[in-house]
Structures are given as C-alpha cells and as structure tokens.
C-alpha cells in the first residue's frame, strides 16, 4: 500500500471527499474534479450516468461533524472512479458496485442542485483534508510575501479548475492568511497557530485547513511547526554569510523541543537583535530562580571582536548572567555554551598537569552540553558545512557562570585561552571527537567569557595580555535598560498596562532611584511590584514598602538567601540567624567606611596570592560561637569558616583545604561587597579602598540592620514611615557604630573617628567678643572629651537583635519646676546647663500615686532585670494620676528599659563576645521631649599597655532632627531637650556620657547659633564683663549630606519636611479680600 493510501486508509469519516453544489455540474466540471480526486481504475464497459436507474440510490455515508448551515452536501467515497473520457458525458464501470455509486451519485445530485439567478449551478468548496495536503505541505504556499491572486492560482493549479466564480477560494484564501499574519508575529509561539485552528473549527468542523494545522498526535505537530517555519523563513532575507545562515537556522530549531527539552534558547536584545545560548542560565528575572528575562539591553563593548578572555565580576544582580548568555550578540559569535562548573581543578601552578586537567574538564563540560542539546550542535555543523566558503571562523563563546568556584580553571584557561580557542573550536567541528574536513578545520573559533561576584579573585595575577574586565550593562541602570525592562508590561500596541512610572519620575523616591539605579535585577523585582501590587512610588510609606518588597525578593534570591532561612525551629538557630543577618550587614557597611589600605606587591604570583586569599582590606573580629555562615576562627586575620572549597596545593600547612575568610563570605556567596581592581593602586601601589560597596548595597545593609522583613508587617502598617527623616538619621549612626564592632579590636576605629569621618559631626566653634578666640559651648566640650578614646564592643542585648526599636508610648521627661519668677534660659547658673523643664501641678491623691508602676532610684542606684520583673506585677497603672504628681519622673516603654539594662549589666563580660551584637538603636513614638532617636552602646578605653580594654561603660548617642529651613534655629526647644537629656533621671536607663546632636543639612546646621546677652570669659560666666551679644551652639552638628552612608537620600528626604518647598509643590493660596 502506498503512502498516500495508507493515509487514506486510516483517516477518520471526514477524509471523504465533500463537493457542495446548487446544480447538476456539466461534464467538463464533473470530469476535471473527477480526474483529479479520483485514482485511475482500468476501464470497461459504461453507462451514461444519466441513463436508466439500476435501483433506488444508497444512503451517504454517515457524517460525525456537523455541516455548515443552509449548504447542501453530497459526499462521495473513497471507492475510485474510472477517469471520464472525452465525451460530453462522464462514464463509470458498469458493475453492480460502480453502478449503485452511479446512482446514488446522479439521485442525490439531483436532489441537492440548485440553482442561480441565471440557472446555471455553482460549485463549492472541497473539504477533504487529503486532497488539499500536498499543497499545504510546500514551504510556497506559505510564503508570506504572497499575494491573495497568487494563493488562488496555486489553488486552482493544484485542483485543474480552469475558471472557478469570483471569490470561490476566499475562504482558504482567508484562512490562510490568518495563519501566516499569526506566525508572523514576534511575540507568538506554534501554539497560537493550534488556537487560532481550534476558533475556526469552531465555526465549522469541516474546514480542511483546520483540520490539517490540527494533526494527529502521532504526526509529532509537525504540520503547525512546519507553517511556523516556514513563515518565519520567508521574512528573512538571504543570508550574506555563514554566521547569518547558521543564525536563521537556530533560530528556527529554538521553538522545538527535543523530549519536552527546550534547544537553543534566544534572548532578544535591544528590542531588534536575537542571540542564543545553550546550556543552563540562572538570570534570576524578577527575583525568581531560572526566570528568563523576554528582553534585555545590552552596551556592546566597543572591543567586541577582542578575542581575550572577558572576566565579569560585579556584585550580585548586576547583569553578569544575562552578559554571558547574549555573548554571541556581544562578541560577533552565532551562540554562547553556558556552563556552571562545580568542581574545579587540582593543580593552581601553570604546569602541563593544569593544562591537560584543564583541557579535559573543558570537554567535559561540552560533552554534557551535547547530551541535551544534540539537535543544536547538529544544526550547527549542518549549516556550517552547507557554507562552501567561509572567510571567517564561525564564534562560539564557552562562558562559565559563578566562575568564583573554580580560580584554578580560570587562570588555566587565561593562560592558554588561544591554544584552547583552537582545540575546542575543531573538537565541535568534528562532532565532538569523529574526523574532521582538512576544509573546515579551525573554521570555528572558541571565545571565553566568565563571570562570578569573586571571578577577580582566579583572574588577577594573570597574564594582563590575555584578560580584561568589563562592567555589566546592569550595573547601572540607564534609562534604556528601563524601558526594555518596562516593555514587559506593554500590549501588543507598545502602550503600557497598568500605571508604572518614567524612569525620571523616580526621583521623586529616593530609595527607589538609588534601587534601579544600581542593580538590574532589584530594578526588575522593582518594576514588577509597582505594576503587581496598589502601592504608589511616590508616597514616603508605600515607598519604603516597595522597598522592603524587594529587598526581601532578593536577598532570597542569591548566596545571601541563608540570611533568611533558620536551620531549625529552635530558639538557637533563630538566634543564629539574625545574628549572621546582622553581621553581615554590619561587615558590608564596615569595608565600605573602614577601609585598610593595602600595598601591592609587584610580582605576577604574589597579586594573585593577595587577590586570592581575600585577606586583606580590612580585619574583622571574631566571636566565639558565632555558628553559620558568619563564623570566625582566628583573631589574626579576617576570620574563616569551615566550608570546603577547591584543593589548593600551594597553601602551606593544611594543603587538603584552602581556609575561606569573612571577606570571601561577603564576596563571593553574598555578592554584597566587589573588589576593587589592583590597577587603581597609587604611585606608591597603596590601594586605598580596597573594596567597593555601591549605594544600592549600603541601602540593603541598612535596611537589614534596621529590622529587614518585619518592617513590612508592623510598622509600614501603623503608619510610620520606616525611612522618615528622622527614623534614618538615628539608624545611619547605629550603623556607623555597629559596623565599627565588627572590625578586629586592634584596628578598630575610636568613636571620635567614626562620628567625624563616617557621619561628618563637628562641634560649631564660635568667636567670642573682641578677643575672636574660639569658643564651644561647655556641655559640648564635656560630652565630646568623653568620647575621647572610646571604642565600641558588642555586647549581649536581646532587644538590639530585632533591629531599630520603635517605642510604642511616649518616652518623656517631668523634671520639678526651678523657682517662680524665673522664667530665662540662663546657662550660667549650673556650669552652662539650662533649667529643667517646669510645673505647676500640685501633688493629688498620694494613695494613688503608691499603685503607679514606677521605680524609685536613689542615686548611685542602678537597675537590675530582677527589680524589673516587678513591674510586670502592677497592672494599675493610672497615666493620669502619674502626670499630675510633682514628682520627677522619666516615662519610657519597658521592653525599652530591659534592653538596656540588660546591656549595662553585661558591660563587664570578659572574653571573647559568643555571638555579635549590634548598637541598641531606637527612635520615639511621636514627639518626644528628650530626643527624636537614641543609639546606646558600651564603650571601653586600652589600659596604658594597650593590651586589655577597661572602663567599660554606655554611651548614648541623641538624635535630634531639626527643620532648620529659615535663616536661624530655634533654640528654645533645643535648649529644653537638651537640659532633659543631661539630668540625672536618664543616667539610669542611658548611662552618665550623653551627646546631644542636631541633624540636618551641612549648610543649616553650621548657621544654627543662638543669641546670649551672658558675657564670658574662657568658656566661663564673667559679670564683671560687659555683655556682650555671643553665637554658640549648644550642640553637635551632624550634618546628614555629609555622611559617608546614603548622603543622597538624607538630603533627598531632609527636603521633603520643606515647609515652603510642599507648599510649592503641592499647595495653593487662598485669599479672603472684602468687597
């Protein structure tokens, strides 16, 4: 049996042939269809088919489909027809058999004819699906460049209809061109086109084109991937070269796969060009594991036919992945091979054991590739050897994704990368190990590109002829990027869905602006949140809520996922993991502001030793038993966990392990903190800042010390701006703080080094009268001199592990009234101090004021958690009968108390802290008459050996936020909060050495001064000196703009609280005027 018999054979009901007609066809039209669907059979012995009837004509065969509304029918079996010959009449075999089909043919033709206007019968379409297959089987007929005229003229050749009325083939015609209109489209896939089918045999079950695009199952699909193909194939002009050939050939085998196995995959870049990769790519889009982005944009190096090895090393997020994957685009190549090698190879040394080892774990990996990927590499060669000529070689780019894990390959293939290009370009050619053409030899050429958060590490010390680095597109998210990365959320007309803002629209939002600016793939989680969810950018509290949305997104993305997940349910591991989540937040601010400078040295091995180790730049603490990730072992350097990594002979001592550092931990698994490149180094060859920590990273870092995830539940939810002015100035001087703890004792900065250098405090010196000497005022003398020499160390505080604590009642000061009468801010009385703040409430009910849940200190007194308990025993605290009592009184939240208490009473631990703790950061429920925020922590001085720390003691740090926005400062207020902050009362909970300090912009806090009519003399109260008119400030200036940490964002949000400037932007100004 032939094929198309079989074919036949096997085809369901609807394979009869179906002719719908009005009249009677004459014998020209009955012949010509007749010939055409019907096999020759050999001839004998005819009756006109008009002539007498032989008996009553058969039934049709049965229809399973239903027929189209108001057309008559007439099927005809497959049973075949003798060929008509030349006479006027049709003629069949005159047996039994032919002449009941005779006769049922001429009975229902008869009583199906009809006829039009002019008595003459149409004919209508055929709907087998057989008879039309050998057309819609040529790539010609789908040719998209074909008119409607020319369609008709290749339906009517291949039926032999001469003339056939006006408009008989529209409906193919039609059908056909909505398929090819669906192929044609770029963002459509062969499953539009089963779609578009399924709509059409909707309306009529019969339709043949249909039917055909719907194949079988066991024909594979190939008849809708075939129309695919050969749409998209005709909208490609004539490859000019082998490169282009082989382009449009993978670009065809991209949209099949090979057991539910997706082939060569394409990335479409910058909105017209296509690459394609093979292999495993992990982008990350959105956030999400193995999502790949629809469209990238991508800088294309102006060195992109350099054939070096391309080193990518950025921080995590910044676009090295999508860089590799779109290398053929980049680099003039047809594909790249992506790999993520595992295991690197033994041997660190340039010997001929590296380079063996290295040669055979390369093919390794592209033996694994081609498991997967056979149809690919098939194609390839394919298209490659159809080229007979070929001036250049054909480039692929083998790229090794998270390259940090193999330093030894790296350098191997650095090193040897022309000799490999060679070796691995042939090995494809010749099918991977069979015999290769003399012709096609080194017709492909391998090009290396690599990328991981610690590839500088395998790379620096290399041969600097064979290697250069390149920064990731990503990295610093332009206006273009944004738009390709906003195009996902477009419909078909380039008209966005929903509401996403331009990208200089977020400006408006600084801690937006500082996200998609500098990691591609925080921009990505951050445009699919604000199109997601109802959340405005432009509205400080849902700000900060987008912000922690993807921050959370993708911190559990990458190496920092660990940061998240406790390893048990146990109070201990979660303790484990918010410690590790504060440390390393605390390491990345700290290599950003404590930097240690670091000499080069000169020779090729000794810079790839340093960039190696990872110890260098900074010394950071150990503690003791500090479990996870962020454990440290030795104090004598940067600390090191116990993870296994890659044998590494030339380490002396343990030569099975190479011991990982702390900084290996923030750059390589955490992608938080990138190195700087050797080649910045100094004339001296001193790198200052060893290591880079971009401003979308130090966001993070203060995000995470802040609290992290619990800010999207509580406090965002109670209306609290997380990141509001004031909220951010206390927690930037935590982080100063607690960054500092985490770097090793001996080289740890002092807290007079952190608040200058890092936050850009400074103490207004002012002149004083006609003898111009520099004057400060007396408490900022005294609170600054006890400062001097202090280092921070971290202490246990549970409390302080939950990040800032925002106090849930008020925290206020009641000091007894001074005299009547005295109503003046006079510094002079007690040593430049101002009188506390008064009342004039008299005592009431001192039976009631028994029950209040208070604690009596005498001084010298000091809180212990014990005594605290007690308060938990009084449930009867009347506020009321509180505030009204003369009694000094300091009001706070308890948990608040607790916590530092807890801290003073630990101050005196000896050894080595378990676990690290952060400064106690905390800011007020609404107005507080001490302060907006305060940071606590202990302090501790060396002995005069310089060998153990003593007198250890807390210190608070308060934080007052001012609007400074005219001309001068108010200083009544200040004065009167910073009174409340010196008296005795908050020695207790804060300790005796207090700092007071106004925050605000640099060139508001310096102009900041009061006016006295006190004259002095030194710093002290003179009356016999005339009084003269003095400027002082009587506090800190902690310039916000000035900051090491965020100094964008603090002047960004410091002129939000712009009275005038809301005004302008937001307001109008109504004006009553009589008539």
């Not at 085998?253 to 997706?262: G, H, L, M, R």
């Not at 495993?280 to 889009?285: D, E, G, I, K, L």
């Not at 601010?589 to 240690?596: F, R, S």
């Not at 703009?1041 to 005038?1060: F, H, P, Y």
Request: glycine share 6%; with cysteine.
């Amino acid at each position: 049996m032939s094929k198309a018999a079989a074919k036949t054979a096997s085809m369901p009901v609807f394979a009869h042939t179906l002719i719908r007609t009005t009249r009677m066809p004459d014998s020209r039209t009955f012949s010509a269809v007749a010939n055409k669907l019907l096999p020759p059979m050999a001839t004998g012995t005819a009756t006109a088919i008009n002539g007498p009837m032989l008996g009553p004509a058969p039934s049709a065969p049965p229809l399973l489909s239903p027929q189209r509304p108001s057309t008559t029918s007439r099927f005809i079996s497959s049973v075949p027809f003798a060929p008509a010959p030349a006479s006027s009449l049709p003629l069949v075999p005159a047996s039994p058999t032919q002449c009941q089909l005779q006769r049922w043919w001429s009975a229902s033709f008869l009583r199906a004819a009809s006829t039009n206007g002019n008595g003459r019968s149409l004919p209508e379409l055929p709907t087998n699906v057989s008879d039309y297959e050998d057309l819609f089987n040529t790539s010609a007929f789908w040719n998209a460049s074909l008119k409607n005229e020319d369609v008709e003229k290749m339906l009517n050749k291949h039926f032999s209809m001469a003339a056939p009325p006006t408009d008989f083939w529209n409906t193919v015609v039609g059908d056909r061109q909505s398929f090819v209109d669906t192929a044609k489209e770029e963002h459509n896939r062969v499953g539009n086109l089963e779609g578009m089918a399924d709509g059409f045999l909707r309306k009529s079950a019969t339709d043949p084109m249909s039917l055909w695009i719907k194949s079988p199952d066991d024909n594979n699909d190939m008849n809708r991937k075939n129309v695919f193909k050969w749409v998209r194939s005709s909208l490609k002009k004539k490859p000019e070269n082998v490169r282009e050939a082989i382009l449009n050939d993978l670009e065809e085998i991209s949209k099949d796969k090979v057991n539910d196995v997706e082939q060569v995959k394409e990335l479409h870049c910058n909105n017209t060009v296509k690459t394609f990769y093979v292999g495993h790519a992990n982008f990350r889009h959105k956030g999400e594991a193995q999502k790949r982005p629809p469209k990238v944009f991508l800088n294309k190096p102006e060195a992109d036919q350099d054939d070096k090895v391309w080193v990518y090393y950025t921080n995590s997020g910044s676009g090295k992945t999508v860089e590799l994957a779109a290398s053929g685009y980049l680099r003039g190549g047809v594909m790249s091979i992506m790999n993520k090698v595992s295991k690197d190879i033994p041997t660190r040394d340039n010997t001929e054991s590296r380079k063996t080892e290295c040669r055979k774990a390369l093919i390794s990996c592209l033996d694994d590739i081609v498991k997967t990927n056979k149809a690919t590499f098939e194609t390839l060669i394919k298209s490659m050897n159809a080229w007979e000529k070929t001036t250049e070689p054909v480039r692929i780019v083998f790229c090794i994704d998270e390259a940090s894990s193999c330093p030894n390959l790296l350098r191997a293939i650095i090193s040897e990368y022309e000799a490999l290009s060679g070796e691995l370009g042939n090995y494809i050619a010749s099918g991977f190990g069979g015999a290769i053409d003399t012709t096609k030899k080194n017709a492909i050429q391998v090009l290396f590109s690599v990328a991981g958060t610690g590839a500088y590490q395998g790379s620096s010390g290399s041969l600097g002829d064979n290697y250069q680095y390149l920064t990731p597109t990503g990295n610093v998210v332009g206006e273009d990027l944004y738009k390709t990365l906003t195009s996902e959320y477009e419909d078909n007309d380039h008209n966005k869905i929903g509401t996403l803002p331009g990208f200089k629209d977020l400006q408006d939002a600084p801690f937006l602006w500082i996200i998609m600016q500098y990691n591609a793939r925080m921009a990505s989680i951050l445009i699919d949140q604000m199109y997601n969810s109802q959340l405005r950018y432009n509205h400080p509290h849902e700000e900060t809520r987008l912000m922690s949305l993807v921050f959370e997104k993708y911190v559990r993305s990458n190496g920092m996922h660990f940061l998240w997940h406790s390893q048990g349910d146990s109070d201990q591991s979660k303790l484990n993991t918010t410690s590790n989540r504060l440390h390393v937040a605390s390491m990345g601010l700290a290599t950003y502001l404590y930097p240690q400078p670091v000499t080069i040295p000169a020779g090729e091995d000794e810079i790839s030793e340093l960039a190696l180790g990872l110890d260098y730049g900074i010394r950071f603490q150990s503690f003791s038993a500090q479990e996870g990730k962020a454990k440290a072992e030795t104090r004598s350097g940067s600390g090191s966990t116990d993870a296994d990594v890659p044998c590494d002979s030339n380490v002396t001592g343990n030569k099975e392990k190479r011991r990982r550092t702390l900084m290996d931990l923030l750059v390589r698994e955490c992608g938080l903190v990138t190195q700087e490149q050797f080649s910045k180094k100094t004339e001296d060859n001193v790198l200052e800042q060893p290591f880079i920590v971009n401003e979308a990273m130090q966001l993070l870092c203060v995000w995470l010390m802040q609290g992290g995830q619990r800010l999207k539940s509580t406090e965002s939810l109670l209306g609290t701006t997380p990141f509001a002015f004031e909220v951010l100035s206390t927690q930037l001087v935590s982080c100063a703080i607690s960054a500092a703890m985490t770097v090793q004792v001996e080289h740890r900065p002092k807290v007079h080094e952190i608040l200058t250098k890092s936050l850009g405090m400074f103490r207004n010196k002012c002149m004083l009268g006609k003898e111009e000497k520099p004057f400060l005022d007396p408490y900022v003398e005294t609170s600054w001199a006890a400062l001097e020499n202090v280092i921070p160390v971290s202490i246990k505080c549970d409390l302080a592990m939950d990040g800032m604590y925002h106090h849930k009642s008020p925290m206020l000061l009641k000091a007894k009234p001074e005299s009547k009468g005295d109503d003046k801010l006079d510094t002079s009385k007690t040593g430049g101090k101002t009188p506390a703040t008064r009342t004039s409430t008299k005592p009431k009910n001192s039976e009631a004021w028994a029950n209040v849940a208070t604690m009596a200190i005498r001084k010298g007194d000091t809180l212990d958690l014990d005594s605290l308990k007690d308060l938990e025993e009084k449930k009867d605290f009347d506020a009321a009968v509180a505030s009204s009592q003369q009694e000094e009184t300091l009001t706070m939240d308890r948990d608040m108390l607790i916590g530092l208490t807890q801290m003073r009473q630990n101050k005196d631990c000896d050894g080595t802290p378990q676990y690290f703790t952060p400064s106690l950061c905390s800011v007020a429920e609404g107005n507080s008459n001490l302060a907006d925020g305060t940071v606590s922590f202990i302090g501790a001085k060396w002995n005069e050996r310089e060998e153990k720390l003593e007198d250890h003691a807390m210190y608070t740090i308060c934080v007052q936020a001012k609007d400074i926005f005219g001309k001068s400062l108010k200083m009544e207020k200040v004065h009167n909060n910073l009174n409340r902050v010196k008296h005795d009362l908050n020695n207790i909970p804060f300790g005796e050495n207090r700092m007071y300090c106004v925050a605000s912009r640099a060139h508001l806090v310096t102009r900041a001064r009061v006016n006295l009519d006190n004259g002095f003399t030194d710093g002290k109260r003179n009356d016999d000196m005339p009084k003269l008119e003095t400027k002082i400030s009587p506090f800190v200036s902690y310039p916000t703009d000035g900051t090491k940490i965020l100094s964008g964002v603090m002047e960004a949000i410091d002129e939000r609280r712009n009275r005038q400037e809301k005004i302008v932007k937001h307001g109008v100004m109504l004006k009553y005027e009589e008539e």
